[in-house]
Nanobody
Framework: QVQLVESGGGLVQPGGSLRLSCAAS????????MGWYRQAPGKQRESVAN???????YYQDSVKGRFTISRDNAKNTVYLQMNGLNAEDTAVYYC????????WGQGTQVTVSS
């Protein structure tokens, strides 16, 4: 059974940082590109960043230079380091396999507020 478990969210002040983690199971993790997505209240889910099997990364324009996606194949985990957070980053963050999506996990809430 494929499972995705996101963690690391929380309440942070503008300009702050968080590191999100997503533990994947049920597939050979190293064979899949992975992506981070987010869904803000009243908006559609959108892609934030993704990382290929060999570490090539892609970022949405609004997070370039602030967010860093990485992966640890030994731990079946993908990370999202988020720096310089602002109110527009407030959303529930999810991960999924890129191009071979499975059911969404519960996500992790990120709230940026003073």
């Amino acid at each position: 059974q494929v499972q995705l478990v996101e963690s690391g969210g929380g309440l942070v002040q503008p300009g702050g940082s968080l590191r999100l983690s997503c533990a994947a199971s049920g597939r050979v993790f190293s064979r899949y590109a992975m992506g981070w997505y987010r869904q803000a209240p009243g908006k559609q889910r959108e892609s934030v960043a993704n990382i290929s099997t060999v570490g090539t990364t892609y970022y949405q324009d609004s997070v370039k230079g602030r967010f860093t996606i990485s992966r640890d194949n030994a731990k079946n985990t993908v990370y999202l380091q988020m720096n310089g957070l602002n109110a527009e980053d407030t959303a529930v963050y999810y991960c999924n396999f890129l191009g071979a999506m499975t059911s969404w996990g519960q996500g992790t809430q990120v709230t940026v507020s003073s």
